[in-house]
């Protein structure tokens, strides 16, 4: 599994636009077989800042599949607005340390 991190920091639309850009691109996420889960979170200190997570079945899944089957022009129409607000996106590999209750 990949988790791939988005963060926004957003100077040109506010935090609402691109939670509802999200609530409409979630669609095109769940069709997705290479898509294990998704969510959006919104920084309390700072309003402007934004995390997206996504969990891939791999970065190859992401790239290869996604990017070039029939679910990523709806998702990409969806938030192409913000695009340009994207201040990093990386794939990661879990470690194996986690928790939660």
Same mark, same amino acid.
């Given at each position: 599994?990949?988790?791939?991190?988005?963060?926004?920091?957003?100077?040109?639309?506010?935090?609402?636009?691109?939670?509802?850009?999200?609530?409409?691109? &979630?669609?095109?996420?769940?069709?997705?077989?290479? %898509?294990?889960?998704?969510?959006?979170?919104? %920084?309390?200190?700072?309003?402007?800042?934004?995390?997206?997570?996504?969990?891939?079945?791999?970065?190859?899944?992401?790239?290869?599949?996604?990017?070039?089957?029939?679910?990523?022009?709806?998702?990409?129409? &969806?938030?192409?607005?913000?695009?340009?607000?994207? &201040?990093?996106?990386?794939?990661?590999?879990?470690?194996?340390?986690?928790?939660?209750?």
């Amino acid at each position: 599994m990949t988790i791939e991190y988005i963060r926004y920091e957003l100077n040109k639309h506010r935090g609402e636009e691109l939670i509802a850009a999200y609530a409409k691109a &979630a669609d095109a996420l769940k069709a997705s077989p290479e %898509c294990l889960g998704f969510d959006l979170a919104a %920084c309390e200190e700072a309003a402007n800042s934004f995390i997206l997570r996504i969990r891939w079945s791999s970065t190859s899944d992401h790239l290869q599949k996604f990017r070039k089957g029939p679910n990523f022009p709806p998702f990409l129409a &969806a938030i192409q607005p913000f695009i340009g607000e994207i &201040a990093e996106m990386r794939h990661y590999a879990a470690t194996g340390v986690e928790w939660s209750r």
